[in-house]
């Protein structure tokens, strides 16, 4: 068995920072962890700065990042932004798919993210018609995070309905398996790989039928796969909800057994009290994405609440506004002092916890996310001499790391081992930039 040893000059151990960190990985797992290791070890890697978990982003939807910078122009709503996302959506092809991913993943990976999780409900040619490979787009996104040097758990999302019984409209003709029963059977086909596992998710109560949302949950419960669902992003879901069935989409899910432990509710911005018990009780994570929310204007979710009364948080990049974890964990806890003129909600190790351990969890990825022998040799590393990030004491590398660096400021990137980015260069994808802007110049034809 081959070892290699990588030196962390400062580590966070959680919840505390450590100097001098040797970490031996063999086979893709850390297999020792020894710290005051006051310089590198003959042979051993060395990795200046401060060395973390590999981020996980638990909720992204690979094909918006060609939307970047162009809901900008104008005010519009989220529907309005919509509308341009069908735009996108209706030009993706397998190929085309798999070039834009590739680059975003990379993307991710330059960020210092090693797992994504991919809400996925883009599986048919326009119109509807299934490609001869009925998961070929799927199989698109999980091939372009082996290329892209990170694991992915591919969210395959049941999307059925316009709207509450409503039949799929032009655009989403595309995202519709019919049923949930032919969903069921599609998704049934994909298949796992060592950088790869498969999950569930309900797109949402607007677009899976209530008759049909335990067939999705019953699905990943027999699979013991991770199950995600948007929930609550708009006040206008829980309206028109309320409207169908005198319910919040909470208590629509809870009703029909999709909360649960192995659940990530994605969003949860507009709830009540009875919302935030049913999901704490229920031991569900919640996914925020505050980039997204505060982009959209969907409004600043009760995140604190719903860690008090029993949710893990997790976090996610979404439309990909922008691709920065650190800045998804510090908005958590700025945009909840906006909201309640008071500081200190989370500490720096509470949300480096929701962008690592937890957020691996949310996705199936329980042995990472953590610095420990056993557990996935995934780790980034955040220099700590960057204009942003000069200056404060190694002790505080996690408040650093969380309130000033952003992901420009990551300097390796390492999965199951092996270098994906080093010395801020990406290893397998050698020029990011170019290949993001050629694949998005390629859906405007």
């Not at 919509?82 to 834009?100: E, K």
């Not at 911005?269 to 999901?279: E, F, G, K, M, P």
Request: with cysteine.
């Amino acid at each position: 068995m081959q070892v290699t040893t990588y030196w962390a000059e400062h580590a966070w151990l959680d919840p505390v920072v450590e100097s001098g960190v040797a970490v031996d990985v063999a086979d893709g797992r850390i297999t020792a962890v020894r710290t005051a290791v006051t310089a590198p070890p003959p042979g051993a890697v060395s990795l200046r700065g401060l060395t973390l978990p590999g981020l996980a982003n638990a909720h992204s939807h690979a094909f918006h990042r060609a939307l970047r910078a162009r809901t900008q122009e104008g005010s519009g709503t989220f529907w309005t932004w919509r509308d341009v996302m069908y735009g996108v959506a209706g030009a993706l092809t397998p190929d085309s798919y798999f070039a834009l991913a590739r680059a975003t993943y990379a993307e991710m990976a330059l960020a210092g993210i090693t797992c994504v999780g991919e809400f996925h409900y883009l599986h048919h040619a326009p119109g509807g018609t299934p490609y001869a490979n009925p998961n070929a787009m799927g199989e698109a996104l999980i091939a372009a995070a082996a290329e892209a040097g990170i694991r992915i758990t591919l969210l395959d999302t049941a999307y059925l309905s316009a709207g509450f019984g409503e039949p799929p409209n032009r655009h989403q003709q595309r995202f519709s398996d019919g049923t949930a029963d032919a969903w069921a059977e599609r998704a049934a086909a994909l298949t796992p790989a060592d950088h790869a596992r498969i999950g569930a998710a309900v797109h949402s109560v607007r677009a899976v039928p209530a008759d049909q949302l335990a067939t999705v949950a019953d699905w990943a419960k027999d699979r013991e796969a991770p199950l995600h669902v948007h929930l609550s992003e708009q006040t206008a879901e829980n309206d028109a909800c309320l409207a169908a069935h005198g319910c919040t989409p909470t208590r629509l899910l809870a009703d029909h057994g999709v909360l649960g432990p192995r659940t990530s509710a994605v969003h949860a911005t507009h709830l009540t009290d009875d919302d935030i018990r049913l999901l704490g009780d229920a031991g569900s994570t919640i996914c925020m994405c505050p980039t997204t929310e505060r982009d959209l204007a969907d409004g600043i979710g009760p995140a604190a609440r719903l860690q008090r009364a029993g949710s893990p948080l997790s976090l996610g990049s979404d439309s990909h506004a922008v691709i920065d974890l650190l800045e998804e964990a510090r908005a958590l806890e700025l945009d909840e002092r906006l909201r309640t003129r008071t500081r200190g909600h989370w500490t720096a190790a509470a949300l480096l916890r929701a962008a690592t351990a937890d957020g691996h969890a949310s996705l199936g990825w329980a042995e990472a996310g953590r610095i420990e022998a056993g557990a996935l040799a995934d780790f980034t590393t955040v220099a700590l001499d960057s204009v942003r990030t000069a200056g404060p004491p190694a002790r505080l590398g996690a408040e650093t790391a969380v309130f000033a660096a952003t992901g420009q400021d990551v300097r390796h990137t390492v999965v199951a081992g092996r270098h994906v980015v080093r010395d801020g260069a990406h290893q397998l994808v050698p020029d990011v930039p170019g290949a993001l802007a050629d694949s998005i110049a390629a859906l405007r034809g």
